[in-house]
């Protein structure tokens, strides 16, 4: 009998223990943080896609870091932090500065289009049409904002845009005297404007379009042969390009003109890689997070091509194409 309550016990100790590692490995499971690097653009749609995601996973918490683009990229290539979501309002900065030593593969999976915003208390706004902005923009008592080139897909945006806006309307020397003008309003990210904006220091900012209507802004819709919208203007917006800086403070990429297209990743080290693949898909199933992003005013190109597809994970491969 004495035997049997030994045995009894010991079996009792047994699954106490394994009951408690069970419930440990559970809270490890379960209490953990995403962090996902995105750009500036992405803050309210992604805001609201984080939001639903932490509602089907209970103990997850999604940290979002908004920066330019290409500061992202720097934030995982010079300042070693890890991520575990790279996200980028332009596709070719994940190619450029991350593959193949900090990411493998690429999903392109939304779209945008510049415009000039501005709000009724811009100088000129009720006078301002898309056949007189860039008149306008030049006025010495106009004060007009755009963002780093150099930190922001969106700067150097604004600068292909004013290219093609000056072969457009045949505005000779129009890049020049615009980038010459207003040099004190370009800051880090295309969002860092908004504020100035509001607070009446700058007339008119060149912004994105979802930008503009997730916060009830007047905008311009600029011709297709400008705004840098339309796939099938492609060979066309190539024949204008910026030079920026490369990975390196001693290298410089010649970015030539080229349709918005939105791109994401999984970085190499990311901390918590299987929690990644699930956001993702959720973000791209298109009656989630493409769902969200559209309503937001970013439509989506899923399944688009990848040039890295091949090394796209499987299960993530239904979001992207080969040909």
């Not at 755009?146 to 897909?153: A, E, L, Q, V, Y």
């Not at 009446?200 to 209507?213: K, M, P, T, W």
Request: positive net charge; proline residues 4%.
């Amino acid at each position: 009998m004495k035997n049997m309550r030994i045995v009894i016990i010991f079996f009792l100790t047994l699954i106490i223990f394994f009951a408690g590692c069970k419930e440990d490995k559970s809270e490890q499971t379960e209490n953990r943080e995403l962090i996902i690097f995105h750009a500036g653009s992405l803050s309210v749609p992604f805001k609201i896609i984080s939001k639903e995601f932490e509602k089907e996973n209970k103990g997850v918490k999604v940290i979002l870091e908004a920066a330019g683009s290409r500061n992202c990229a720097r934030k995982i290539t010079d300042l070693n932090k890890k991520c575990d979501i790279m996200a980028s309002a332009d596709y070719t900065v994940i190619n450029n500065l991350l593959i193949p030593k900090y990411a493998d593969w690429n999903i392109k999976f939304a779209s945008n289009e510049m415009t000039i915003v501005y709000n009724q208390s811009s100088r000129y706004a009720n006078e301002v049409t898309v056949n007189n902005w860039y008149d306008i923009l030049l006025k010495k008592d106009v004060a007009f904002g755009r963002s780093d080139p150099n930190s922001d897909p969106c700067g150097y945006r604004a600068i292909l845009t004013c290219k093609l806006a000056e072969k457009y309307y045949g505005i000779k020397n129009f890049t020049k005297n615009i980038t010459a003008k207003d040099d004190n309003y370009i800051r880090p990210k295309e969002t860092d404007l908004l504020a100035l904006l509001e607070s009446h220091f700058l007339d008119y900012i060149f912004l994105y379009r979802s930008v503009a209507q997730q916060h009830s802004l007047k905008y311009l819709i600029l011709p297709d042969s400008v705004n840098l919208k339309n796939p099938q203007l492609e060979n066309y917006y190539k024949t204008v390009s910026v030079n920026i800086s490369g990975k390196t403070p001693y290298e410089s990429i010649t970015k030539k003109g080229s349709p918005m297209v939105y791109g994401i990743t999984i970085p190499k080290n990311a901390p918590n890689y299987d929690l990644a693949v699930k956001f993702l898909q959720f973000l791209l199933n298109k009656d989630k997070g493409l769902k969200i992003m559209e309503e937001n005013g970013q439509g989506s190109l899923v399944p688009s091509v990848s040039e890295t597809f091949d090394k796209i994970p499987e299960i993530l491969k239904k979001f992207a194409s080969e040909k």
